[in-house]
């Protein structure tokens, strides 16, 4: 049987021989001691690449982001996003759940949202009554708005806003390697404009698990209590973190290579007349397009058979990723299989 195509998401890649060997060779202590060499080696390589003063490994990104909103904020603050940011849609309501806050989402455009929409929904401080604005959260790239990048001229302004209304600025950037690779800026000048960032070594860069959060000294102490609290203390995981290492190191640069990949899926489906695609969104790893011959749920079905395997992105559109366990030759033949299914 030929192998699966899998664009699902990037999440999907399995480590390398070379990963596997990294880990393999870990040397390995007990990280609730603060013991574990390699966990050590590769917060301070991640802290160094993102220009704060320290990091912390953790299991997710789900739990990178909300430690970091926990450490930030105090029950009934309220965190400013998109309205399709992860934190949002996709974290199973921990905000509230963990630490007692609420979210102010706001719309824009292809995942980003403007300093004046956000000026706007600030709580005035004299409003006793209403719930203190704590934190503005950016996610680059977007994943829902389709591996989108959230233009720097545009975070800097954020920030100032911030600064001004005595806000923290928190960075989901799960994927903030693919928005340095497209544009060429540096993943510490995208963390300089916030107080917190946390980023995913287990997407397009391949490790298996794990996400860093990074930021100030004092805030990676507290983050450190908080991982504990909710059962995020790790033993000898330098196994792992290897993996998170090693992804750093090697799987980095090559993310160029996943964004061409995108861009020659996209670029044969576009002129197809059998989709509606803003081709100018399709920036990174995603491509999210809306299929105008059938139902998303028949073309999935369809491509499955054809052992192409597809996802659904924001209602009517489908989501495809790609990433390292996929060559240029297997995206040339997902595309006709999708082309031909499309009917
Ligand atoms: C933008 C973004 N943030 C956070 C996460 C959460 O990462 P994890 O699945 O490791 O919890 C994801 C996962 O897809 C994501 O796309």
């Given at each position: 049987m030929n192998k699966m195509i899998d664009l699902?998401?990037?999440?999907v890649t399995k480590p390398s021989q070379e990963m596997r060997k990294a880990m393999l060779n870990a040397e390995v202590g007990d990280d609730v001691y603060k013991e574990d060499p390699t966990v050590n080696k590769l917060e301070e390589y991640a802290a160094d690449l993102l220009g704060k003063e320290d990091a912390l490994f953790v299991p997710s990104g789900l739990m990178g982001n909300q430690i970091c909103l926990n450490v930030l904020t105090n029950p009934g603050d309220e965190v400013i996003c998109h309205k399709d940011a992860h934190i949002f849609i996709y974290e199973s309501g921990s905000p509230a759940a963990l630490s007692g806050i609420q979210l102010f989402p706001v719309a824009g455009e292809r995942g980003i949202i403007s300093p004046e929409l956000v000026e706007e929904v600030i709580r005035p401080e004299s409003a006793y009554y209403m719930p203190r604005t704590k934190v503005i959260e950016v996610e680059n790239t977007h994943n829902r708005a389709g591996g989108t990048i959230h233009p720097i001229e545009n975070i800097k302004k954020l920030r100032e806003l911030g600064q001004r209304h005595n806000l923290y600025n928190h960075l989901d950037g799960a994927r903030i390697w693919n928005a340095s690779v497209a544009t060429g800026i540096s993943v510490s000048e995208y963390a300089s404009h916030f107080d917190s960032i946390s980023c995913c070594l287990s997407k397009g860069l391949g490790a298996p698990i794990g996400s860093i959060i990074a930021g100030e000294r004092d805030f990676i102490k507290e983050a450190y209590r908080i991982r504990k609290a909710w059962g995020g203390g790790m033993r000898q995981v330098g196994i792992i973190a290897a993996a998170g290492l090693f992804a750093l190191q090697y799987n980095f640069r090559r993310l160029e290579e996943d964004h061409q990949k995108a861009k020659m899926f996209a670029d044969k489906l576009a002129n197809s007349g059998k989709i509606e695609i803003d081709i100018k969104s399709v920036e990174t790893n995603i491509i999210m397009f809306r299929p105008k011959t059938l139902k998303v749920e028949e073309l999935l079905k369809k491509c499955l058979e054809d052992g192409v395997m597809l996802s659904t992105g924001s209602v009517g559109m489908v989501r495809v990723v790609t990433h390292m366990d996929v060559s240029f030759d297997e995206i040339e033949k997902a595309a006709e299989i999708v082309l031909k299914n499309l009917g």
């Open positions: 699902r998401s990037d999440t």
